[in-house]
């Protein structure tokens, strides 16, 4: 099984739905976030989390909400989608501990998301 | 803030040449990380290399290697050997030490080895 997994794997919506956006790890990792990739612009930060209760804004949180419902499990969701949140979004996890091996971020498989 | 810069959208390849990808940063952090990641066509981030800005010693990991010039805050990767599987989209990106392990990304580009 994935260390770090995220449903659906693919979604298509509608513009003006509620969406949310679900990733679960089993790293034991206290960090988490959500990356937004685009064509051409990389991934971009929307949302960090370094424990249940640190919650932060990243570069492009317009639009979207997140929750950490548990040290295991981080949620993205978008109150009303529109038509340009169609992107590929990853979830990814990195760990607190020193430089050893708290810099590294281990990501999902990713889930694309169409708003029509 | 950072950037990272990858002036290479696209890129071939033969297969069991070499080729190198350019990545260009901008900061003002002396103390920093920096990678590359691979997304095959399965979309999965694949955490290629990665070198800490304290080492001047390159980065190598089997067919892959970089070439960090930290003055002029150049990264290029260099894969030796290329193989159909090398077939990927490639991030270069940037993380300040000790600040959150947030990562910023650069563009992207898209490798293509050809047989």
């Known amino acids: 099984d994935a260390d770090v997994t995220q449903t659906p794997r693919n979604r298509i919506t509608k513009t003006g739905k509620r969406i949310m956006l679900e990733c679960s790890q089993t790293k034991g990792h206290d960090r988490m976030y959500w990356y937004r990739q685009d064509p051409g612009l990389g991934l971009r930060l929307i949302y960090y989390s370094f424990d249940v209760k640190d919650i932060n804004k990243g570069e492009i949180s317009d639009g979207y909400s997140v929750s950490r419902q548990a040290q295991a499990k981080f949620s993205l969701s978008l109150e009303s989608a529109i038509p340009n949140q169609t992107a590929l979004y990853f979830c990814?996890?990195?760990?607190?501990?020193?430089?050893?091996?708290?810099?590294?971020?281990?990501f999902g498989a990713g889930t694309r998301l169409s708003v029509l | 803030a950072q950037t990272v810069t990858q002036s290479q959208p696209e890129m071939s390849v033969q297969e069991a040449e070499t080729v190198t990808l350019s990545c260009t940063y901008d900061t003002s952090e002396s103390n920093y990380y920096l990678f590359w990641y691979k997304q095959p066509p399965s979309r999965q981030m694949i955490l290629v290399i990665r070198?800490?800005?304290?080492?001047?010693q390159n980065a190598t990991e089997n067919r892959f290697s970089v070439n960090f010039q930290k003055a002029a805050k150049s990264f290029s990767l260099k894969i030796s050997d290329s193989q159909l599987g090398d077939t990927a989209m490639y991030f270069c990106?940037?993380?300040?030490?000790?600040?959150?392990?947030?990562?910023?990304f650069g563009g992207g580009t898209r490798l293509m080895v050809k047989p």
């Open positions: 990814a996890t990195s760990d607190s501990a020193g430089s050893g091996g708290g810099n590294i971020q281990y």
């Open positions: 990106a940037f993380m300040i030490y000790n600040a959150g392990n947030m990562l910023t």
């Open positions: 070198q800490e800005a304290y080492k001047q």
